[in-house]
T-cell receptor, first 114, second 116 residues
């Protein structure tokens, strides 16, 4: 089954404790992306990757890091989480940059930073 | 300035009626793409429909169509014969640029409720 998986689905942590949210897709997609969703703000893109070893900033990259060492994986790293990073996070992938091809989203990771 | 504006925070529609969700966008690029996504109460994001800026015909996918008015910079989603399962949050989004940056920008969303 074609899917994007994220782990963990729920995470409560404390300020400053490094964490990684994993994202993996099994569709051999070139393009992967991370978004955060906050009430009243819609989704905002954090980082995206056009291919292995190629990443670029979205609109809200501050406080986040990503890496794309393999095509299927695109982890999101919070080196020193802060309460303003409490949000719902989505990973997504598509064969090419978003266009006519369906973009697949993961189930979401709800992060709470205390 | 907002690049994607959805002016309807919420809409209530009777089942089987058609519904139009508004979306206006702002870009100086000639090449861009417009998208609609659905987010049911379960939380997942579902891609619905795409319109490229050079596409002359309005995009259609089943009961969904995108009313693309380039001069007015609007990309409204039309759902024909609405169903109870259409109740969800709907997001309009735009991708700017054919090459280079491939960012996707979303609107704030419209919550659609279909009444029986």
């Amino acid at each position: 089954e074609a899917q994007v998986t994220q782990n963990p689905r729920y995470l409560i942590t404390v300020t400053g404790k490094k964490l990684t949210v994993t994202c993996s897709q099994n569709m051999n997609h070139e393009y992967m992306s991370w978004y955060r969703q906050d009430p009243g703000l819609g989704l905002r893109q954090i980082y995206y990757s056009m291919n292995v070893e190629v990443t670029d900033k979205g609109d809200v990259p501050e406080g986040y890091k990503v890496s794309r060492k393999e095509k299927r994986n695109f982890p999101l790293i919070l080196e020193s989480p802060s309460p303003n990073q409490t949000s719902l996070y989505f990973c997504a992938s598509s064969p090419t940059p978003p266009g006519a091809d369906t973009q697949y989203f993961g189930p979401g990771t709800r992060l709470t930073v205390l | 300035a907002q690049k994607i504006t959805q002016t309807q925070p919420g809409m209530f529609v009777q089942e089987k009626e058609a519904v139009t969700l508004d979306c206006t966008y702002d870009t100086s690029d000639q090449s861009y793409g417009l998208f609609w996504y659905k987010q049911p109460s379960s939380g997942e994001m579902i891609f619905l429909i795409y319109q490229g800026s050079y596409d002359e015909q309005n995009a259609t996918e089943g009961r969904y169509s995108l009313n693309f008015q380039k001069a007015r910079k609007s990309a409204n989603l039309v759902i024909s014969a609405s169903q109870l399962g259409d109740s969800a949050m709907y997001f309009c989004a735009m991708r700017e640029g054919l090459k280079g940056a491939q960012k996707l920008v979303f609107g704030q969303g419209t919550r659609l409720t279909i009444n029986p």
